[in-house]
């Protein structure tokens, strides 16, 4: 049994396809190779959401990479932002005197990205690059960007690719819309 079924045919449309998903991660990997100075990196992946595209990202990225999760959220399942980033983890990562890279899956009014790139600098990172998968096209609550940036979309809630409708649709292999 293919493990979409029952997934796919709650789907409107597909946004972005899986083989369009996996050449851009080339790109991105290769400018995030070239632009990070020399020696291992510390990634630090936001969970869940961003599992999926960390996985395939990361692989693409031929250098020593040091591979931490945090746990937060701002959804709390559902289709709005709640307005607050709640870190679920009891300790965060040693970035002291470190490059990190921040991965998120969707950068949507910027609360998450600022408020743990924030957090890891007060913990004593040097600096905090943030790389998407997805960057909504809106004006956003905080005054963030991502360094890198996967796709640009529009304003509205996608699924898939690690990206949850209360708590499913994280296995799809493409971005996608929900039927309304
Ligand atoms: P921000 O803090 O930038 O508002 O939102 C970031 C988080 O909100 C993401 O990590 C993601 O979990 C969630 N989010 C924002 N937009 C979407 C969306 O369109 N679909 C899903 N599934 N989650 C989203
Ligand atoms: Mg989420």
């Known amino acids: 049994m293919k493990p979409e079924i029952g997934l796919r045919e709650d789907v409107e449309r597909v946004l972005i396809d899986e ?40 692989r693409r990225i031929p250098r ?5 999760c945090l746990n937060v959220a701002s959804y709390h399942g559902g289709m709005e932002s709640s307005g607050t980033v709640k ?5 965060l990562p040693d970035v002291k005197g470190r490059h990190v890279l921040l991965l998120d899956d969707i950068l949507d ?10 957090r890891l600098m007060e913990e004593g990172c040097i600096a905090v690059h943030t790389g998407v998968l997805l960057a909504k096209d809106k004006v956003r609550a905080e005054d963030v960007q991502a360094d ?23 296995n799809l292999p493409f971005v996608g819309v929900l039927k309304g």
């Open 109 to 118: 009014t910027g609360r998450t990205l600022k408020a743990v790139a924030d």
């Open 64 to 68: 020593p990479l040091d591979i931490e």
């Open 87 to 91: 870190f679920l983890d009891h300790a």
């Open 148 to 170: 890198y940036v996967g796709f640009e979309i529009g304003d509205e809630f996608v699924v898939g690719y690690g990206l949850d409708y209360k708590g499913r649709y994280r």
């Open 19 to 58: 083989k369009v998903i996996e050449k851009r991660l080339d790109a991105m990997a290769e400018e995030i190779d070239r632009e990070f100075p020399p020696g291992p990196i510390v990634a630090i992946v936001l969970l869940k959401g961003a599992f999926v595209f960390a996985a395939d990202l990361l």
